[in-house]
């Protein structure tokens, strides 16, 4: 299993840093869908508001309208344009700074899988040790047994 925690761990990682990737490129891509279609309603609104005034009367300045709606459709597609390019920004920093937290966990996670490998072969080699001793004793025990068979032996058929 040891071979395999510490690749599970930073596939894992990666994994998540891609999944967040994706979910941030389809959030700018929404974003942008969103902005063109809030643009293109815009630029519709402000025909159907020209076409009205159009409609309304020819003493009207239709010129100066059409400018002035123009100008603040404009406004609004550039402060609608502007708050998206904030957000995006804010995004983007939010899955640096996640991207960076999910490497420093990865590594952290790398250093205890490093720690509890070394932890595991020093108890592996103190239960080597312990078994060394007690198949020593075994072997002991048995040696005394045969000893004692032999003895019990000699005694019941005097050899």
């Known amino acids: 299993m040891e071979d395999n925690a510490k690749p599970k761990v930073v ?7 891609a999944t967040a990737a994706e979910k941030l490129e389809s959030f700018k891509t929404e974003a942008g869908q969103h902005l063109d279609s809030a643009a293109t309603q815009l630029d519709e609104l402000k025909d159907k508001l020209v076409a009205q005034a159009q409609k309304f009367g020819k003493d009207i300045d239709i010129d100066g309208m059409k400018a002035k709606a123009t100008e603040h459709f404009e406004a609004a597609k550039l402060s609608t344009a502007a ?7 804010q995004a983007e920093t939010v899955f640096a700074s996640a991207s960076a937290k999910a ?3 990865s590594d952290v996670a790398e250093d205890k899988f490093d720690e509890m ?3 595991a072969a020093i108890q ?3 239960a080597e040790v312990k078994l060394d001793e007690l198949k020593a004793e075994a072997a002991l025990q048995i040696e005394a047994a045969k000893e004692k068979a032999k003895g019990v032996w000699n ?3 005097g050899a």
């Open 11 to 17: 596939e894992d990682v990666q994994a998540a840093k």
């Open 83 to 89: 708050n998206l390019a904030n957000l995006q920004a």
């Open 103 to 105: 490497d420093e966990l």
């Open 117 to 119: 490998k070394a932890e």
């Open 124 to 126: 592996l080699a103190a």
């Open 155 to 157: 005694s019941l058929f």
